[in-house]
């Protein structure tokens, strides 16, 4: 196998907000890596030789393609809504963007790179990386934007729907302006609710197609909430380049296809 992943669940302190930590091992034959859009935020590792880099993705409206030339890569997958302790700023500063952690943390940026190139095996790696993150949970100046509950509440109201809501009507339920809703969205996610949802419904067209060698576009169109298939097409194009058929031919396409049952609570 070229690409394969470990998946290890987060500690109970953590779990509100992290999803999962992964190991990945890429081989020498391994496709470049690409993540579709997906809603959600990743803390990545590399190490190669005695060099660690430490990157923030933000939530991503288009696909990130990355050619890897390291074998082993950890990654912090955060739930949907669930990065923002995290970083301190608004997490719209992080979407559609790499950020190198000394740019977000400074010095504990530096000492969290330093500490990880330190550690001599990947289940040290992992330790250093947990224990920086619960130590940023318990700073005094932790990122925590007004309407945060506001946004957890709204994306579980997103991802557990049947039938997405409109913003309009998810305002309403939460007792909020849209534009409040809008604001804070963005601050906790790094995307609008509309942008937000069209990413869930997109991921579940995705996780449709991959059930069957031969997908129905207009039966995932129809099962999804698409108005049609010409509109599940446009979406697709909009938010990765390639219309749907192009883009599930090859199978290996999303090395970490996302599960966005599980935002943080």
């Known amino acids: 196998m070229t690409v394969s992943a470990i998946h290890l669940a987060p500690t109970r302190e953590l779990a509100r907000f992290v999803k999962s930590f992964r190991v990945v091992t890429r081989g020498p034959d391994a496709d470049p890596y690409v993540q579709l859009p997906d809603g959600e935020v990743d803390l990545v590792v590399r190490i190669s030789s005695s060099l660690g880099e430490v990157h923030a993705i933000g939530t991503r409206l288009r696909p990130l393609r990355k050619t890897v030339d390291v074998q082993r890569t950890l990654a912090v997958r955060f739930k949907p809504g669930g990065a923002y302790p995290f970083f301190g700023v608004p997490m719209s500063e992080l979407t559609n963007r790499i950020v190198s952690i000394d740019t977000l943390w400074g010095a504990d940026g530096a000492r969290l790179r330093e500490a990880l190139s330190e550690a001599p095996s990947v289940a040290a790696r992992l330790q250093v990386l947990e224990e920086a993150l619960t130590e940023r949970l318990h700073r005094g100046d932790l990122f925590e934007p007004a309407g945060a509950y506001v946004v957890r509440r709204a994306v579980r109201l997103i991802t557990d729907s049947t039938e997405l809501p409109r913003v309009e009507g998810l305002a309403r339920e939460l007792g909020i302006s849209t534009r409040h809703l809008r604001r804070a969205f963005e601050d906790v996610v790094g995307v609008g609710p509309k942008e937000f949802a069209r990413i869930i419904r997109f991921q579940r067209a995705v996780r449709a197609s991959e059930r069957t060698a031969a997908p129905d576009w207009g039966a ?46």
Not at 220 to 244: C, M, N, R
Not at 250 to 264: I, V
């Open 220 to 265: 995932i169109a129809a099962a999804v909430g698409y108005y049609d298939q010409s509109h599940l097409i446009t979406e697709f194009k909009a938010l990765t380049g390639a219309t749907p058929r192009a883009l599930v031919r090859p199978r290996t396409l999303s090395a970490s296809p996302a599960d966005t049952s599980s935002p943080a609570r």
